[in-house]
């Protein structure tokens, strides 16, 4: 009986090892951000935007300063799995029909939490600090001629996978922003959501 327990405790051990080993930036970026108390540095170019300098960057970028995640946001042009996979490995992706940053209706995004560290891509992780996010932060995106949105974050939560009234546009009468994860680490068993009014 000891023989067996000890063969599944090793097993267990190993497994949490696997884990922890698959998805080790993620868990970096989690550490590194609950003991050194301080997200990543933006880029000098989009400090000055979240310091107010200017209202124009680099188009199609989101920011979130609390959380230090820059990305590139890329435009799905279909609905599909692969189109979806494809656009994760260059940023955060816009889903289709959704409303464009700044404008009425609900500007959605998604991107990784985690992923397979074999695939290809320099965002796998990029929405890996999410659920850090406190309520009354500010988001920053910019459109395809690079003016600059703000957001602030006015609710977060974990929903299901199949529920979909998140891409609601709200018969476009306010402006809103929702970002989306997969949750917990590793699964796509659940969905995280930040939803964001719009500043400015």
């Given at each position: 009986m000891m023989i067996w327990f000890k063969r599944i405790l090793l097993?267990?051990?190993?497994?949490?090892?696997?884990?922890?080993?698959?998805?080790?930036?993620?868990?970096?970026?989690?550490?590194?951000?609950?003991?050194?108390?301080?997200p990543a540095p933006l880029d000098e170019q989009f400090q000055t935007v979240v310091d107010g300098h200017k209202n124009v960057m680099e188009a199609n970028y989101l920011l979130v300063p609390s959380l230090g995640i820059q990305a590139p946001v890329v435009y799905a042009t279909a609905t599909s799995s692969q189109v979806f996979s494809d656009a994760l490995e260059y940023g955060v992706v816009h889903y289709p029909d959704t409303a464009l940053p700044g404008q009425p209706g609900n500007c959605f995004l998604f991107g990784h939490s985690s992923d397979y560290p074999w695939k290809k891509g320099s965002f796998k992780t990029v929405f890996a600090l999410l659920p850090k996010i406190g309520m009354g932060e500010q988001i920053l995106i910019s459109d395809p001629t690079g003016a600059v949105f703000r957001y602030r974050v006015t609710k977060t939560q974990v929903v299901s996978a199949n529920q979909v009234e998140f891409l609601d546009q709200n018969d476009y009468q306010s402006r809103v922003l929702t970002l989306q994860t997969s949750y917990p680490i590793g699964t796509a068993l659940r969905r995280f959501i930040v939803t964001a009014e719009f500043v400015r």
């Open positions: 097993a267990l051990v190993l497994l949490f090892v696997l884990a922890v080993a698959i998805n080790f930036r993620y868990f970096y970026l989690n550490l590194s951000f609950v003991f050194l108390k301080q």
